[in-house]
């Protein structure tokens, strides 16, 4: 499995104190490779950050600043990021014209700071000043009297200036007596790479799932059917569901519920962050796996309660998550909000649930002693199991045909 990799350095405030940290792309090559890909890098941290990783994890209470294209500000990618805990940092290199302004203005709207990265003053950058609530002023470029002259011109109510890339205590001295109110840079701290296995996804699936999202006549429940499919894209919603994007009323109990939750909107978005960052396959028969634990265990409920079940089929699908994240169940688990009762049948194998789990794992491995007091004869389970593998592979041929309508 991949490894990610994201940097971390914090911006201080007057007293020293953690103020949030940036979030900067990283890669095993880099910087070797060169430059990557603007769009590719953002599309890199904020999926890192809000899927592969975690913004508690990486950031804890404080805010994310993270690098924004002009791309991703004006086709709003950004959004699938949580306003009240990311600052959005706009390049130098986004010229303030009417979309790119409008798109900034829509950010701050929704609640997102906006801050202005290595910045120098010009003129035409007066219609970002008024927007902005964080300046991150480029003291390399300026000597001491141009890094006064910018605190006394930016000066305003409300406005936070950062001194970014200070290296020295002479350098903190001399923006700090000017009025600074933050700042970065290798005096107070060297990036932190921060390493984490990457979730594989099913590009295929995403492709999938993209062509459902475009349909006009698509619905909540075709893009559920293409998300259950899916164990990786699951536990996706899953995450960003579980991320202060969404105050949730209750806990989630299937995918059905996270797709709502989410709308087609949010996950449209997710997705197109997902495909730029290009993530790689999966494991086959791992997937196989999940596609056939989940076509089971929602069959096994209609046995047991008189009625297929979504949270059955989640159970199912998510039984392999734990190998997909080479951690513990339970440390995956605590990074999604899912009810007790799915929880206690994914690491427990308790309840109903859990019993229709451990029947379908019985099947796999042949264990006639794992059948006793199922509400079905053996026989009946291994139907059931046979029908279950019938129907994944019918899914597995269903995105082998898309793959070839792909190429």
């Known amino acids: 499995m991949a490894t990610?990799?994201?940097?971390?350095?914090?911006?201080?405030?007057?007293?020293?104190?953690?103020?949030?940290?940036?979030?900067?792309?990283?890669?095993?090559s880099w910087p070797a490779n060169g430059i990557l890909d603007g769009d590719q890098a953002t599309a890199s941290v904020a999926i890192n950050t809000i899927y592969n990783i975690g913004l508690d994890r990486l950031v804890g209470q404080h805010r994310a600043f993270i690098n924004m294209t002009r791309s991703f500000l004006v086709e709003g990618l950004y959004k699938a990021l949580p306003s009240d805990r990311v600052i959005l940092e706009v390049l130098e290199d986004v010229e303030p014209d009417g979309p790119a302004l409008a798109a900034i203005s829509e950010a701050a709207s929704l609640g997102y700071g906006i801050a202005l990265d290595d910045f120098v003053y010009a003129?035409?950058?007066?219609?970002?000043?008024?927007?902005?609530?964080?300046?991150?002023?480029?003291?390399?470029?300026?000597?001491?009297?141009?890094?006064?002259?910018?605190?006394?011109?930016l000066d305003r109510p409300g406005l936070l200036l950062l001194a970014?890339?200070?290296?020295?205590?002479?350098?903190?001295?001399?923006?700090?007596?000017?009025?600074?109110?933050l700042f970065q840079g290798y005096f107070f701290c060297r990036p932190k790479?921060?390493?984490?296995?990457?979730?594989?996804?099913d590009h295929l699936a995403l492709i999938r799932l993209t062509a459902a999202l475009h349909d006009p006549e698509a619905d909540i429940k075709e893009v559920e059917r293409v998300v259950e499919r899916n164990v990786s894209l699951s536990y996706m919603l899953l995450r960003i569901v579980n991320s202060s994007l969404h105050a949730l009323p209750r806990r989630i109990e299937s995918?059905?519920?996270?797709?709502?939750?989410?709308?087609?909107?949010?996950?449209?978005?997710?997705?197109?962050?997902?495909?730029?960052?290009?993530?790689?396959?999966?494991?086959?028969?791992?997937?196989?796996t999940a596609l056939v634990r989940a076509r089971f265990c929602e069959q096994y409920a209609a046995f047991a309660e008189g009625r297929p079940s979504a949270k059955y089929f989640t159970v199912?699908?998510?039984?392999?998550?734990?190998?997909?994240?080479?951690?513990?169940?339970?440390?995956?688990?605590?990074?999604?909000?899912?009810?007790?009762?799915?929880?206690?049948a994914l690491i427990h194998r308790e309840g109903v649930l859990g019993e229709a789990l451990s029947a379908v794992v019985a099947c796999e491995q042949s264990?006639?002693?794992?059948?006793?007091?199922?509400?079905?004869?053996?026989?009946?389970?291994?139907?059931?199991?046979?029908?279950?593998?019938?129907?994944a592979f019918e899914v597995q041929?269903?995105?082998a045909g898309l793959s070839g309508v792909a190429r």
């Open 316 to 344: 199912g699908l998510l039984s392999v998550v734990d190998a997909l994240m080479d951690m513990s169940m339970k440390e995956v688990l605590d990074s999604v909000c899912l009810t007790d009762e799915i929880q206690a």
């Open 123 to 153: 003129e035409k950058l007066e219609p970002l000043i008024e927007l902005a609530s964080v300046i991150k002023v480029e003291t390399r470029a300026l000597d001491r009297q141009g890094i006064a002259e910018h605190a006394r011109i």
């Open 397 to 399: 041929k269903e995105l």
């Open 367 to 391: 264990d006639a002693r794992a059948f006793n007091g199922a509400p079905l004869d053996q026989g009946a389970l291994q139907d059931c199991y046979f029908e279950a593998l019938s129907w």
């Open 164 to 181: 970014e890339k200070v290296e020295t205590q002479e350098e903190y001295t001399v923006c700090r007596d000017a009025g600074y109110d």
């Open 193 to 201: 790479v921060l390493r984490r296995k990457r979730i594989p996804t």
């Open 255 to 288: 995918i059905r519920q996270a797709v709502v939750l989410l709308g087609l909107d949010m996950i449209q978005k997710c997705v197109s962050l997902l495909l730029m960052t290009t993530i790689g396959d999966k494991p086959r028969e791992l997937m196989m």
């Open 4 to 28: 990610v990799l994201i940097g971390r350095q914090p911006i201080c405030d007057r007293n020293l104190d953690t103020y949030g940290y940036e979030l900067l792309y990283r890669s095993e």
